[in-house]
């Protein structure tokens, strides 16, 4: 018997093993696992009644929200393409994206009101305009309107082409003008297999969404984190004092940073004032890590964020453009526990890397300091 892989199986899972868990907390909002499915299963529903077909194009312009997460399983149930926009392109961007992707509908928060006005009127083809937020005049209903739509109903797995496209994301036109990248169901189920394989303790795994959902498919972590039934906290919009009082508020363990992220934080003024022991695991990637986050990263940032606790450790997770660094520290192993040989899948420290490096990937030998070089994980 053939079973698509399709991230929908993600949310299967998360509502009947973790259904009644808080699964997504969203700024005062909070959803179990159940509640969260269901949410899913209705937007799907109403997005069909409204005339989505399959391969249309669904675009969200949204900062981390519930509305954008509970998109990345509903509109891909109701077999469009979710497509996230990057919410710092400029509006002739924005225009040209819309116009190039053939987007069907587009969902906005209210803080976007003024540049959906000017791209309302430049792209005609969009036939759908709903806000996120409260009513407003430019938009033809709200998203709860949409939701009361539909109907909580399952979708039959069996029926879906793995190979279809699931989700569309623009780059953000550093070297040139933006262009679209396609994942299939496919990738990002294997791709969630993938990133689950770096979580640890999931019991007691808190998942803060530091990383934008329009960027990069969120790193993985929407698929991932859902699938294994974790606590996911939404960051809208990343402020370092915003992002500490959620790690104190919701005892965060694991979250993804950009190298500009992290010196942000670590450089906070007020980095001392909060609670953030629960801190456990720090993945940093999109760029090249900075001199200051290399080398004794791992001590720098678990000096700062877990000042008082002598017997554990935050790893640090460095993930580059051309290379995978790994450096794992725990009580049981106090040495430096870097990968013991190039390639090796599993460090002296316990964490497993399930992807091996592709053949073109620099990963025949280490750096002097022993750190193997390993393919990109997305």
């Known amino acids: ?66 509305q954008l997460l509970e998109g990345y399983y509903g509109v891909v149930q109701a077999r469009g393409i979710v497509m996230p926009l990057n919410v710092r392109l400029s509006e002739p961007e924005l225009t040209a994206i819309l116009k190039h992707s053939g987007a069907k509908m587009l969902l906005f928060e209210s803080d976007f009101v003024p540049l959906v006005e000017k791209l309302r009127k430049n792209c005609p083809a969009v036939e759908r305009w709903v806000t996120l937020d409260d009513k407003t005049p430019i938009a033809d209903l709200t998203y709860e309107e949409l939701m009361a739509q539909g109907h909580a109903e399952r979708a039959d797995i069996f029926s879906y082409d793995e190979t279809s496209i699931a989700e569309l994301f623009y780059t953000s036109g550093s070297t040139g003008t933006p262009k679209g990248v396609t994942l299939s169901h496919r990738t990002l189920y294997l791709h969630a297999l993938d990133i689950g394989c770096l979580y640890r303790d999931l019991e007691t795994m808190v998942d803060l969404h530091t990383i934008p959902m329009f960027h990069a498919n969120g790193w993985g972590r929407p698929q991932a984190s859902t699938m294994h039934g974790i606590k996911q906290v939404l960051v809208r919009r990343f402020e370092p004092a915003f992002v500490f009082g959620l790690i104190q508020e919701h005892k965060a363990t694991d979250m993804c940073l950009v190298p500009t992220m992290a010196n942000a934080l670590l450089n906070a003024p007020d980095l001392s004032k909060w609670d953030l022991s629960s801190m456990r695991r720090v993945m940093i990637g999109g760029a090249a890590s900075s001199p200051e986050l290399e080398g004794d990263s791992i001590l720098r940032v678990h000096r700062r964020l877990r000042p008082n606790r002598d017997s554990a450790r935050v790893d640090v997770v460095a993930i580059e453009r051309a290379r995978l660094r790994l450096r794992c520290r725990t009580p049981e192993a106090p040495g430096d526990g870097r990968l013991d040989r190039p390639g090796s899948r599993r460090t002296r420290g316990g964490f497993r890397n399930a992807r091996r490096a592709p053949r073109h990937a620099d990963h025949r030998r280490g750096d002097r300091d022993g750190r193997s070089h390993h393919g990109r994980l997305f």
């Not at 005062?28 to 069909?48: N, P």
């Not at 249309?56 to 312009?61: F, G, I, K, M, S």
């Open 1 to 66: 018997m053939f079973v698509p892989l399709t991230p929908l199986r993600c949310l299967h899972r998360a509502v009947d093993v973790f259904g009644s868990k808080i699964g997504v907390v969203s700024g005062d909002q909070q959803f179990t696992y159940a509640q969260f499915g269901e949410r899913c299963q209705r937007l799907a529903a109403a997005l069909v009644q409204l005339g989505v077909r399959q391969g249309d194009r669904v675009a969200y312009l949204s900062f981390n929200t519930h």
